[in-house]
């Protein structure tokens, strides 16, 4: 999984403090989608505030991923189109 407990003080974001410090977005995890090998999209979690995730977050995600990729497995996920599908919105 990728993890980002606080995007204001993550080193990923060092390069980007003032487009973070804009955002609505605080936080964020997400967990990559497979079909077979390959992966083919991620499902992740926004939050408004700081937060780290629990085992639990991470573990559930994962099984939703799982059950994504089976339901996409065969489907031709280049003619998909590239908007992003929010499954939910979490906040803390």
Known sequence: ???VSDMLSDPLFADGLEGASRSTIRAAFSVPIFDGDDAIGS????YTVPYSPSSLDVE???VFAKLIGIMMRGMDVAS?????VYAARASA
């Not at 499902?43 to 926004?46: D, E, G, P, R």
């Not at 998909?80 to 992003?84: F, I, N, Q, R």
Request: aromatic share 6%; hydrophobic share 40%; charged share 20%.
């Open 60 to 62: 559930r995600n994962e």
């Open 1 to 3: 999984p990728w993890i």
């Open 80 to 84: 998909l189109p590239d908007a992003p």
């Open 43 to 46: 499902l992740a979690c926004h």
